[in-house]
């Protein structure tokens, strides 16, 4: 059941995806977004579409993504500046003068729900942080030697993708509740944005550092040998 991961292994990828996901980024405007402004059954919606978008990219770098941005290595540095942008983007956003916080109230259209379902998936896979959960972070977790890595590979995609609906699911669900609390105590509501803002910078900044480094060599790329980066 664990692919010859320890536990130990399957917790840090727990913890890893559960930073990821309370890190603010597209995903997350986007679902409570939809949710203030369309109600729940929106948001789980475009929910699903984000989970669909998880889905994909797992399956795609287990079946030779990563490898891609080892041989080309200026997609790779693309997409991580094309995220290091969007997240300085969202964080000015939240910081700017009478900027806006994650649960400020944001007029959407109502849609259908194939609609909310095809936005969230879009949502998703235009989301850097997603690329970067599968080309850069999960493969830091595969042990070659203790299994086949494809299946580990997935394993620890199905663990991320978990956590991250979980998370996304309650914030969902407890949006509306949420953002009228913040709009009857007005310093919480500056807080949210400003500690949203902060959140958003420090990831574009790490981000930005490591920007000008290559794709990881997963474990299943390359001559053939097994690699591990730890």
Do not use: C
Request: no cysteine.
């Amino acid at each position: 059941m664990t692919a010859g991961l320890s536990m130990a292994t399957i917790g840090g990828m727990a913890l890893t995806a559960l930073w990821m996901v309370l890190t603010p980024g597209p995903n997350m405007v986007y679902l409570v977004s939809r949710s203030l402004s369309q109600g729940r059954a929106a948001g789980l919606m475009s929910l699903a579409g984000t989970g669909l978008g998880f889905v994909i990219y797992m399956t795609l770098a287990n079946l030779g993504l990563n490898a891609v941005f080892v041989a080309v290595p200026w997609i790779y540095l693309a997409v991580k500046a094309a995220g290091v942008g969007y997240l300085l983007w969202l964080a000015w956003t939240a910081l700017k003068p009478n900027g806006r916080g994650v649960f400020d109230v944001h007029d959407l259209r109502k849609d259908t729900p194939l609609t909310l379902f095809r936005m969230g998936l879009f949502t998703n896979l235009l989301n850097p942080k997603a690329v970067i959960m599968y080309v850069a972070l999960i493969p830091q977790f595969i042990d070659p030697a203790a299994g086949d890595p494809v299946v580990q590979g997935f394993l620890l995609g199905t663990v991320q993708i978990t956590v991250s609906m979980a998370v996304n699911a309650l914030l969902v669900v407890a949006a509306g509740s949420i953002a009228r609390i913040l709009a009857v105590h007005p310093r919480w509501l500056r807080f949210q944005r400003w500690a949203t803002g902060a959140m958003l910078g420090l990831v574009a900044v790490l981000l930005a550092r490591e920007a000008p480094r290559p794709a990881p060599r997963g474990p299943w790329a390359g001559d053939g040998v097994l690699i591990r980066r730890d």
